[in-house]
């Protein structure tokens, strides 16, 4: 609470007939030049400065930033408010009921663990597209996600009764980003202080990356990890430098056949080319005016994917406009109005800030484009796709294949037609015969006698999905207008393709009702799944039951096409190799070819009544009848109809028996909610630091290894160690759900950390003839030869002996998802150290949260390039600094020859970059982890 003014920022600002204490930014000298990001964090500081956290230093360092100078200077930022999604939510409220029995335990008072900043959850990543394409699909889904995570909604609805300011939004209702920016964010919050009614810039930090969405409503707000998010919660600042803001001036307007979802794919790949890591990034200029909010929303959402730690638009009469449609009351828009006026927060395209670094985009120039096979910045221009397809199927077919030629195999529509009968020595490929594509064409039957033919590349799965797009209009009426056209011109979706429909929140429902394009969108397949993340998460389900026998029994190498913003390897589907990432009107429009192996300029979706052959651009939508349909179909009373009950769920939800009480009962038999063990046995004092000595390596990792990798979300295999406690728990494999779903059971979740069936840890190369196997594997130097074993099981053996383990990893480590998991579970496997090229921002900070230390190899220098396989006994030396109040710039690391290593193999030293970057991370390792720091300073 701030109990100090040192600038006399303390005024009132009028608005109507309310009155509202408000902290000045303009007493502070410097403050007209800063980037409207930065006054957010001036008034931020202003309002809680107490002389010992936030102080006048910090606040005048803020007000004289250096738009040229590296980031050296700590601030402490408190967010209004904390914003939660289940899968990272759940472990968050498993992790307060435990602080609750440990706080007793120390001799406090359990009911002072409570959220001290409102926290709202939005339940939306459990739903799962087990049914598809049928009018039931949404009704059985959702009956199967209350089975399936009955236990962990009970424990959710008593959270929801036993924590104050915490509220839950109900399964079935939207995605959280969405529901963020259609009602949650205030944009300006109000809140009564003292006695007295405060304003101040809405500022939120989200348990997925993706909070980063907000942003396109001038609220500043970033993913962290679930672990800073209770600590946020418990009203714990979050600690962070000063960033660089980078300035992209938007100019022109995006021309006809563009979408936003082109847009923010060119900036993707721009922002990641330009390298926005850790910095802010500010969207200015004339052009501002012209960006709809939907599509500021659909950029910033993207945020985690080009790098940066938020990617924000300033207010304007756009915002207010959208304030105003989504159903806010008259009041809370003048306030967001007058507010943002006063504090020079409101944007003036000709007076231009001072930007660390500045990038410039004519909208005008952007064209269609996708992003693939396996990384968002990976863009690809349409009209190049089957051309780059050509040559990435190659990295991921297997044999026996076709390299084929052109002729080799008879040019044909994609796939034969439905019911023909396919001669064995006539099999086409999914697309003409394209010179240098990796055939492998296996003969499928359906239940009912269709035949076709599925070859590598084959689209599988086209998904509408995601709070990426779905909260859009353009992009989703788009998609429907051309459905509606392919149906007119008699097309039809392949037969091999699992078709999905995750609209965002149910207004997408209403206007697509009201305009009718749902009925369009279900002619081809696509129902309504359920309200959430579905696909994007990896909550896909089962692809169509023959499709699936034939990718499996003759490893094919297939596609998804979703429209969502996370495609990394093994996150869509088990089955699915290469994920894209597409427009909505795109997904519909892979449905009907079928294959990446695709020229949408060349080669026709299908022919007409007439025999006349239809090309993408015979069916995609007019603008201009996206525009009729947007005015037409979407009202500002469709939001305040949805929004009303938006806490009250339904009957399901209500009929949940919910226990009672402030500690919750723990069940011993439950397998998705057990109580955290990271206070057990923890002291009210913390033991020193030490050095790590002995250590063994437990991956050897290379490049861009993401929080998908490290933490999987997505379906738990059969006979891994995550499997294998399951079934030996009683759980059938029909029951296992998902990695994500079970967050709030830390023993499954160790035994899924690393368990990516897609993870290529090099040190397994030794033991499998230099053939790089991929999965959850290393080689456990606890048993005679260093034999390969699940990585969890491996860890046990170490801890067993007291071993510390380390993990050697590359570029962009810890990349995607905000996923705590990812630090919590590396934790839980006795990694004390991590040694990388270069960390992802929140990924580094939960594992210093977690009480690992992140470490970098020297500039320049990888384990590769220093001559390390893995095999070495690891020391790492000159950590005890820490015990004296400071920490060190660097510490020596050494890794000698163990009885494992190739014969002359020599020591190997080097000093290695500590990324404690904050005196506050350091006070996190000091206690261990975050959460036992913020539970010594409650006790």
């Known amino acids: ?61 803020l007000g004289s930033w250096d738009p040229a100078a ?34 007793t335990a120390l001799g406090g008072d359990p009911n002072k663990i409570n959220p001290l900043s409102p926290a709202e959850m939005v339940i939306d990543h459990s739903v799962i597209a087990d049914l598809f394409g049928r009018p039931d699909a949404i009704e059985r889904n959702v009956e199967i996600e209350y089975e399936r995570n009955g236990e962990r909604y009970q424990f959710l609805r008593w959270g929801q009764t036993a924590f104050d300011d915490f509220k839950v939004v109900p399964p079935g209702t939207g995605i959280v980003h969405q529901v963020n920016i259609e009602h949650l964010a205030k944009v300006i919050y109000d809140r009564t202080v003292n006695g007295v009614l405060r304003a101040y810039p809405d500022t939120c930090v989200g348990t997925d990356s993706h909070t980063t969405m907000v942003n396109g409503l001038g609220v500043l707000g970033w993913g962290v990890g679930g672990i800073e998010a209770e600590a946020a919660m418990l009203g714990q600042p979050v600690s962070m430098l000063i960033p660089r803001v980078v300035g992209f001036k938007l100019t022109g307007e995006i021309p006809a056949g563009v979408t936003a979802t082109d847009v923010v794919l060119t900036i993707t790949d721009m922002l990641r080319q330009h390298g926005v890591v850790g910095k802010f990034v500010e969207f200015y200029g004339a052009g501002v005016a012209s960006v709809p909010l939907a599509n500021r929303a659909t950029i910033g959402n993207m945020s985690p994917e080009f790098g940066s730690t938020a990617a924000i638009f300033p207010i304007d009469d756009v915002t207010l406009d959208y304030l105003r449609l989504t159903g806010r009351d008259e009041q809370a828009v003048a306030l967001v109005e007058a507010y943002a006026k006063e504090q020079s927060l409101w944007h003036d395209a000709a007076n231009e800030p001072s930007f660390s670094e500045y990038l410039e985009l004519d909208l005008s120039t952007v064209v269609p484009s996708i992003a693939g096979p396996k990384r968002p910045q990976d863009r690809i221009l349409l009209s190049e796709s089957k051309a780059q397809f050509e040559k990435d199927i190659l990295n991921y077919a297997t044999g026996p294949i076709d390299v084929a030629d052109a002729g080799s195999f008879p040019a044909s529509d994609p796939g034969s037609v439905p019911g023909e009968e396919v001669e064995t020595n006539e099999i086409p490929t999914l697309s003409s015969g394209s010179p240098k594509v990796a055939s492998k064409p296996v003969k499928v039957t359906t239940p009912d006698g269709q035949k076709y033919i599925l070859d590598n590349g084959a689209v599988t799965l086209a998904a509408i999905t995601s709070c990426t797009n779905t909260s859009n209009p353009s992009v989703m009426i788009a998609a429907g207008l051309l459905a509606r056209n392919a149906l007119a011109k008699g097309l039809k979706q392949k037969p091999w393709v699992k078709t999905t429909l995750g609209p965002g929140s149910k207004v997408v429902t209403d206007y697509y009702e009201k305009s009718g394009l749902d009925k369009d969108l279900e002619g081809l397949g696509f129902y309504t799944v359920g309200y959430g993340c579905t696909i994007c998460i990896g909550n896909s389900g089962p692809l169509i039951d023959e499709v699936s026998a034939a990718i499996n029994e003759n490893d094919l190498a297939v596609t998804a096409v979703l429209s969502g913003n996370r495609n990394f390897e093994g996150r869509i589907s088990p089955d699915v190799k290469m994920n894209y990432l597409a427009s909505p009107p795109l997904v519909v429009a892979y449905a009907l070819a079928g294959s990446m192996n695709f020229d949408f300029d060349t080669q026709a979706l299908g022919t007409d009544g007439e025999g006349n052959e239809v090309f993408l651009k015979d069916v995609w939508p007019d603008p201009a009848e996206v525009q009729q349909i947007i005015d037409s179909s979407i009202s500002r009373d469709q939001f305040i109809k949805q929004y009303a009950t938006v806490f009250d769920g339904d009957e399901r939800w209500t009929s949940l028996p919910t226990p009672t009480g402030p500690v919750f009962e723990w069940d011993a038999d439950s397998t998705y909610v057990r109580k955290a063990p990271y206070f057990d046995g923890m002291e009210r004092t913390p033991a020193p630091v030490t050095d790590i000595a002995g250590a063994r390596v437990l991956a050897t990792l290379g490049d861009s290894v993401t929080t998908d990798h490290i933490s999987p979300a997505g379906n738990i295999k059969a006979g891994t160690p995550a499997a294998q406690y399951l079934t030996e728990h009683g759980v059938a494999q029909k029951d296992f759900n998902s990695y994500g779903s079970r967050r709030g059971n830390h023993e499954v979740m160790i035994r899924g950390t690393f368990a990516n069936i897609r993870l290529k840890n090099a040190l397994v190369k030794a033991v499998n003839d230099g053939q790089q196997i991929e999965g959850g594997y290393t080689r456990d130097f606890t048993q005679p030869g260093g034999p390969q074993a699940y990585i969890f099981d491996a860890s046990q053996n170490y801890q067993a002996q007291g071993t510390p383990l380390v993990i050697f990893g590359g570029k962009e480590y810890g990349s995607g998802s905000s996923r705590d998991w990812a630090a919590k579970g590396t934790n839980l496997l006795g990694v004390k150290a991590v040694i990388t090229e270069s960390f992802e921002r929140i990924h580094r900070s939960n594992l210093i949260g977690m009480g690992v230390v992140p470490l970098q190899f020297p500039a320049g220098e990888s384990w590769e390039s220093l001559g390390l396989d893995g095999t070495e006994i690891v020391s790492i030396a000159g950590l005890e600094e820490l015990n004296e109040g400071t920490t060190p710039k660097t510490v020596r690391v050494t890794a000698a020859p163990s009885e494992f290593s190739p014969e002359g193999k020599q020591t190997v030293e080097f000093d290695a970059v500590v990324r404690i970057d904050t005196p506050g991370e350091a006070d996190y390792y000091r206690n261990g982890g975050i959460l036992q720091y913020v539970l010594r300073s409650l006790v």
């Open 1 to 61: 609470m701030s109990t100090v003014n040192s600038f006399g920022a303390k005024s009132t600002l009028t608005v109507g007939s309310t009155d509202y204490e408000i902290f000045r930014i303009d007493t502070v000298p410097g403050f007209e030049k800063l980037p409207f990001s930065l006054k957010v964090l001036l008034e931020n500081l202003l309002r809680t400065e107490d002389g010992a956290n936030v102080t006048k230093a910090q606040i005048e360092a």
């Open 70 to 103: 590296q980031p050296d200077t700590e601030i402490q930022f408190t967010p209004a408010r904390v914003v939660m999604q289940d899968f990272t939510g759940v472990p968050c409220i498993v992790d307060l009921a435990t602080m609750r029995e440990a706080v």
